[in-house]
């Protein structure tokens, strides 16, 4: 039998995730209190409900889908990400100046938007 499947690895797994559901249950019981707290802002309100919704859904992702031993492959997608997300925003950078042909305003001094009424 391997190290990976013996009785005592087991054991470790279980406590983990009992420990994990344990520990959701309480988020849950946690959301579900906080629905009947009214806080002064909505702001407040929104960000307090998206920390618990934010731990609750690590958690799960982490110990439920096995992605906390998965770190080569997330921090590589990440990286792929980061870069196609920084060529997006360099070419919608490069692009702000393009103008359509035959048009009568340059697009350096052509604003689209003005904080001051029409008249």
């Known amino acids: ?7 005592d690895a087991i054991k470790k797994h279980r406590k983990i995730y009992l ?3 344990f ?3 309480a988020g849950t019981a946690l959301t579900v209190g906080l629905y009947y707290v009214h806080f ?3 702001s407040t309100t929104v960000t307090v409900a998206l920390i618990v919704a934010t ?5 799960v992702a ?3 889908m096995h992605l906390s031993h998965e770190r080569k492959a997330i921090y590589s997608t990440l990286l792929v990400t980061a870069f196609f997300f920084a060529a997006m925003m360099y070419l919608f950078i490069y692009a702000r100046t393009d103008v359509p042909l035959e048009t009568e305003f340059p697009a350096s ?3 689209p938007y003005s904080r001051t009424p029409a008249k």
């Open 55 to 59: 731990i609750k859904a690590s958690l």
């Open 109 to 111: 001094n052509y604003v």
């Open 23 to 25: 520990s959701l249950l």
């Open 1 to 7: 039998m391997s190290d990976a499947h013996s009785h």
């Open 40 to 42: 002064e802002k909505l």
């Open 19 to 21: 420990i994990v559901f």
């Open 62 to 64: 982490a110990y439920f």
